[in-house]
């Protein structure tokens, strides 16, 4: 039914502790920040309020508190970056070594030691942040090639069940993108680029095992949410009684909040360190096919990119280690 274990996941999120813990502390910051500024623009809105009549003091109190939610959202979209180079990026290095048996080194936390093996892969942040987006193409690029196999099938009202079918395997293939920057980390490569079209063309050629998993543990973490959410709604309304205006509608963005946080911080890494197992099981020994590698840089110009951007690195260099198949022989 699905090539991971959850004893095995579980055990990776008991032995990456402290980067649950880290996790745990930037997201739940985030939320807090998105209640804080938006409590204090309703406040600053409702006092301007208090110079006209009460429709206007609430009106004030609900753009006061719109603005401090978009200011937090500007501050976070710039600090992006920074949060997939050191969270998730660097826990996918700690459990990535865990997978494969190797032991951190001593005198040294494992945020610090996640940091240096981010750092030797791939640089700078705005080198793991282009390659991530490039990947997220790359891997819709590829859902799409299965997508289109399956409308060609005879069958009645194919069109409405792929419909539904693409909405749950764009969800699905959101867990991917990770999985494929954990490959450059595995192999010890020293060009990121190539690296993530060798995981890439590995996907692709295992993308329908891969997208079932994906499809479990998709299931897993937005049935989890959802009952996170559910369990929010009450402290989040009473948060809400708290803010001056009619917020009656901050109940549910807040609930929404502490949810997402709890997703990110708790529950999307156990499915990462479960989709982790799924890939290393699934593409063990493989070479990458190069038909594949054709089929997918015909169906995705990102691909492309990833290869051009592969021929012209000259990024941080590090010992040559084994890598396996075509592609990463452009490292």
Known sequence: MWDFSVARGLDLMFKTAPFVLFRAAVYFAVAAAYVIVTAAGAGVGYGIGAFGDAD??????????????????????????????????????????????????????????????????????????????????????????????????????????????????????????????????????????????????????????????AAWLTLFVYGLSLLVFLLMLAPAAALVYLLPGAWSAGGLVFALLFAWAIKAALIEPFAIACLLQAFFKITEGQQPDPEWEQRISGASNRFQELGQRAANWAGIKTPPTATTGKVGAQA
């Open 56 to 213: 206007f003091q609430a009106s004030s109190a609900i753009w006061g508190g719109g603005l401090g939610f978009a200011l937090t959202a500007g501050v976070l979209y710039f600090l992006r970056e920074y949060i997939l180079y050191v969270v998730k990026a660097g826990h996918i290095a700690v459990m990535v070594e865990l997978l494969d048996g190797r032991p951190l080194p001593e005198g040294m936390g494992q945020i610090g030691y996640a940091k240096s093996v981010v750092a030797q892969r791939f640089g700078q942040t705005s080198v793991l942040f282009g390659i991530d987006q490039l990947v997220k193409g790359v891997v819709n690029a590829v859902t799409g090639l299965l997508q289109g196999l399956a409308t060609l099938l005879p069958i009645p009202g194919v069109d409405q069940l792929m419909a539904a079918l693409r909405a749950y395997l764009k969800l699905a293939a959101g867990l991917i993108d990770e999985v494929i920057l954990a490959h450059a980390i595995r192999t010890r490569s020293d060009n990121p680029y190539a690296s993530a079209q060798e995981a890439l063309v590995l996907y692709g050629q295992n993308a329908k095992p891969m997208l079932i998993n």
